[in-house]
């Protein structure tokens, strides 16, 4: 997705939910890191995520990022919120874990990692939790 692509789809789920994207800064710089954020398919059934510069991994942005966004969703009265993570990104299952998400199951062939392999989906795990 294009920034601009992003940026209008972000702007889209503002207008139509009650959130949409966020962006993850640095505590000391304020440097933009990634993002996260909530993808409404209804009501009261949510998806999430995040996405983070490599240099910010292992230094806790995720799972901060990630318990902000299921507090958000419990506050929107959201009941499912699910996340999918590639199958082989095992720190990235980590934070979902630590945030009380359940594995549910294996997605084959799934989404495209355009940083991994462009054009050929990839097998994803998909977690959730009812709040």
């Given at each position: 997705m294009t920034p601009r692509a992003f940026i209008q789809f972000s702007d889209g789920e503002w207008e139509r939910w009650p959130a949409g994207a966020f962006?993850?800064?640095?505590?000391?710089?304020?440097?933009l890191l990634?993002?996260?954020g909530l993808v409404f398919?209804?009501?009261?059934?949510?998806?999430?995520g995040?996405?983070?510069?490599t240099d910010?991994?292992?230094q806790g942005?995720?799972?901060?990022?990630?318990?902000?966004?299921?507090?958000?969703a419990r506050n929107l009265a959201v009941r499912r919120l699910y996340a999918l993570c590639h199958h082989e990104h095992r720190?990235?299952?980590?934070?979902?874990?630590?945030?009380a998400f359940s594995l549910?199951?294996?997605l084959r062939a799934y989404a495209e990692f355009p940083n991994l392999a462009p054009g050929n989906p990839q097998d994803v795990l998909c977690y959730a939790i009812v709040l």
């Open positions: 962006l993850i800064d640095a505590r000391e710089t304020g440097t990634g993002s996260t398919e209804t009501p009261y059934r949510a998806q999430t995040y996405v983070l510069a910010a991994w292992g942005y995720a799972t901060e990022a990630l318990s902000a966004i299921v507090s958000l720190a990235s299952a980590r934070v979902l874990e630590k945030c549910e199951g294996w």
